[in-house]
Antibody, heavy 122, light 107 residues
């Protein structure tokens, strides 16, 4: 059974870079037809897609965050990572990683990691 | 960006009642609409994909319908364990977007 686990600092200072890693177990990150995505959820609010990556390194990002986001993949470790630069309090959220299944013409997220809360504060 | 608007925002329902949640897209998205359930302090879980396709392991009381701009998630005979927030999600065009969520409370 595929599982995803987010890891990284729970507290980041304003203007610094948020860095998270998602470790995939129970399956290969190099599987075709799957992308790997990051989604966030501010406390008490809804879901926002951040971006996704294919095992080859191909990425696509939400334009609202694109200037600050980098998603990368390490197939040797079965991991993918998120970096979000110049963070502010508005970036405080639970960050989820998820497998993004592509079955043209559509994609969906399943399963999701448990999520990790990142607070931006000095 | 495609905006998804769910209604209602909140619903208080007695067990065994039928629940209907709607999701309206700001432009046509075909059937590229999916539904997720998020229970308190848990991550979202896929309930329905591609508007109406069922997911293995999801109880049969959950069903989806619609295409174009109007979609519906139906929960037949609500159970106490269905207390959660439900989100729709479109993947017709980038960026992927989600509805604002519908919270279902059990009376």
């Amino acid at each position: 059974q595929l599982q995803l686990q987010e890891s990284g600092p729970g507290l980041v200072k304003p203007s610094e870079t948020l860095s998270l890693t998602c470790t995939v177990s129970g399956g290969s990150i190099s599987s075709s037809s799957y992308y790997w995505g990051w989604i966030r959820q501010p406390p008490g609010k809804g879901l926002e897609w951040i971006g996704s990556i294919y095992y080859s390194g191909s990425t696509y990002y939400n334009p609202s965050l694109k200037s600050r986001v980098t998603i990368s993949v390490d197939t040797s470790k079965n991991q993918f990572s998120l970096k979000l630069s110049s963070v502010t309090a508005a970036d405080t959220a639970v960050y989820y990683c998820a497998r993004e299944r592509q079955q043209l013409p559509t994609n969906w997220f399943d399963p999701w990691g448990q999520g990790t809360l990142v607070t931006v504060s000095s | 960006e495609i905006v998804l608007t769910q209604s209602p925002d909140f619903q208080s329902v007695t067990p065994k009642e039928k629940v209907t949640i709607t999701c309206r897209a700001s432009q046509s998205i075909g059937s590229s609409l999916h539904w997720y359930q998020q229970k308190p302090d848990q991550s979202p879980k896929l309930l329905i994909k591609y508007a109406s396709q069922s997911i293995s392991g999801v109880p049969s009381r959950f069903s989806g319908s619609g295409s174009g701009t109007d979609f519906t998630l139906t929960i037949n005979s609500l159970e106490a364990e269905d207390a959660a927030t439900y989100y729709c999600h479109q993947s017709s065009s980038l960026p992927w977007t989600f509805g604002q969520g519908t919270k279902v409370e059990i009376k």
